[in-house]
DNA sequence: AAGATCTTCAACCGCCATGTG
DNA sequence: ACACATGGCGGTTGAAGATCT
């Protein structure tokens, strides 16, 4: 079946030529491409005048455009950084290529789904973990370990979380990845057991804040278990001790499946100062008892992803019963 | 050198959500 | 409320080029 903008006329499909770039570039930058249907007919008598038509169909245009004409795309192959980005964000928000694609600038969702299929995903084989789910395959969960703390150790991810409240009752940090101190052992707490990972951590690395814009919460080295993809909470806290004060900041998440630019909300975050801590002089790192940044999370849906929690970390750590829960996922 | 196989990626398909009359 | 048009998205296809045998 055809596009029905297209069925009434005779249309022209497959690659594009360079002429028929030029003509649709001339097209959109003389009359931009409020209404895709009308620009290969608007198209088509602009070129009449030359006897030439461009016989593609509304949809057809808007997709060369997108994807190959706009002036702001960016050209070549993605970087390690970008690499790393689409990785993460797609543990969270899974086959969201337009999502992902919003952020890394210049780059269509296409492109990244083109990047995603033929090279991340067998990269990610190749490691032994599953591209769906992001959890070790379970033809390599016995000698997961020592591969999982190479991966994340030598991690220099990002963690772009959107969000977009107005008035957000925060104060702003800011940090360079630099000026971090070095990543920290934390703990995740359940209802029902209490885990700690050598390699996880999940630093707030610098938040940018403004009154009405969306702002972005970066997370240096996130972890798989803090990671919201690993896990289905009501809530994600993260705290942070740096310069005498320990930052908390809650994530709730609220709507991963935000659509719009409006409503680009995708979690919502709150900060703030840990005061208690702060005019009591009291050291946080004594107060969590063993030196450590703590993360903790509250689970009332109980969607926790043990499965990645067994695989990730070493038998010692937990004493629990995985079974009933190893197959869940998050589901958004 | 030539055919087979693999990889990449532009373009299409089909579905869904939203807008409009 | 309904039908239709349109935009947007993720999945899939297939042509073209690269690599292998």
Known sequence: ????????????RGLWSPEEDEKL???????????????????GRLFSIIYVCLQRCGKSCRLRWINYLRPDLKRGSFTAEEEQIIIDIHRIL?????????????????????????CIKKKLIS????????TLLSS????????????????????????NIPNAPVETT????????????????TPSSIVSSEYQTSTILSNKFSSDLPYELLLENTSNICSPSYMNPEAVELSNYENNVNWVSRVNVEDFSAQTPEEGTQVQVHQEKNKTCESKGIDVREV?????L????????????????????????????FNCMDELAWNF
């Open 1 to 12: 079946m055809g596009h029905r903008c297209c069925s009434k006329q005779k249309i022209k």
């Open 25 to 43: 570039i001339r097209y959109i930058n003389t009359h931009g491409h409020k209404s895709w249907s009308s620009v290969p007919k608007f198209a």
């Open 94 to 118: 899974g086959n969201r290529w337009a999502q992902i694609a919003k952020h890394l600038p210049g780059r269509t969702d296409n492109e990244v789904k083109n990047f995603w299929n033929s």
């Open 127 to 134: 490691q032994g973990l599953d591209p769906q789910t992001h």
């Open 140 to 163: 390599h969960r016995r000698s997961s370990a020592c591969t999982i703390s190479n991966i994340h150790q030598n991690s220099n991810s990002i963690f772009i979380v959107s969000s």
């Open 174 to 189: 800011s940090q360079t990845f630099s000026s971090l101190p070095k990543a920290q052992p934390n703990i995740v707490q």
């Open 288 to 292: 969590n008892n063993k030196g450590n």
């Open 294 to 321: 703590e993360t903790s999370a509250s689970f009332e849906s109980s969607n926790f992803d043990f499965g990645l929690l067994e695989s990730v970390l070493t038998s010692e750590f937990i004493s629990h019963d």
